[in-house]
């Protein structure tokens, strides 16, 4: 078990262009989490999916934000039009969810992804 | 909605010292779980130590332990025998029994002074 992989690692793109980052979480986990997180935050909650179905979204998730997760295994979140406000670490969760196994079961981050709008 | 409040933004402690960082919550809820994370310089998150509000007993993991005040909404962390590899980000963070997000708190800076 390698762990939430995280790709590209850092992203620098001019404002206006779109980009795609992928999260593999860890095998077998069914939850999967993005977050943001800016310098001097604690990360804010973007959306979350449960195998393919994205349960739920934050207002932070605007419209030129989307996240699919096709197969249930790994989950793409894409960013049209960038703006400079954009600017952010991408992170990546995931955590098992069976049935019997209360919701204090931690989540495992990835490394993130840094995009830098230009 | 909950809320997680860290009132220091950073700290500093002697290697070897003890330290504790801060944590205030707010919910209206009676079924929940905290986290404390940590985050190195330029690594993942990883978690420190977890308290379910269920139980009274503050929890403990090796040289990080928890004092949990469910009246006050109060769950700060203490750092026993600092080591230099203590130094990171470490954010307090909640989960509602009823929903799966976790709600974290801006950080504490944790520098660790040889």
């Known amino acids: 078990d390698t762990g939430v992989s995280q790709n590209p690692r850092h992203k620098i793109t001019k404002r206006g262009q779109n980009v795609t980052f992928r999260c593999d979480p860890i095998s077998e986990h069914n939850r999967l989490y993005w977050y943001r997180q800016t310098l001097g935050q604690g990360p804010e909650f973007l959306t979350y999916?449960?195998?393919?179905?994205?349960?739920?979204k934050s207002r932070l998730l605007s419209d030129r934000f989307s996240a699919e997760r096709p197969k249930g295994s790994f989950s793409t979140l894409e960013i049209q039009r960038t703006e400079q406000g954009d600017s952010a670490m991408y992170l990546c969760?995931?955590?098992?969810?069976?049935?019997?196994?209360?919701?204090?079961?931690?989540?495992?981050f990835g490394e993130g992804s840094w995009l830098t709008v230009v | 909605a909950q809320t997680v409040t860290q009132s220091q933004p950073e700290m500093s402690v002697q290697e070897a010292e003890t330290v504790t960082l801060s944590c205030t919550y707010d919910?209206?809820?009676?079924?929940?779980?905290l986290f404390w994370y940590k985050q190195p310089p330029s690594r993942q998150m990883i978690l420190v130590i977890r308290?379910?509000?269920?139980?009274?007993q503050n929890a403990t993991e090796n040289r990080f332990s928890v004092n949990f005040q469910k009246a006050a909404k109060s769950f700060s962390l203490k750092i026993s025998d600092s080591q230099l590899g203590d130094a990171a980000m470490y954010f307090c963070?909640?989960?509602?029994?009823?929903?799966?997000?976790?709600?974290f708190g801006k950080g504490t800076r944790l520098h660790i002074l040889p």
């Open positions: 963070a909640y989960r509602s029994a009823s929903e799966d997000k976790i709600i």
């Open positions: 308290q379910e509000a269920y139980k009274q």
């Open positions: 999916f449960q195998n393919e179905a994205q349960l739920e």
């Open positions: 969760a995931s955590s098992p969810f069976p049935r019997a196994v209360p919701l204090g079961k931690p989540i495992y």
């Open positions: 919910t209206s809820e009676s079924d929940y779980y």
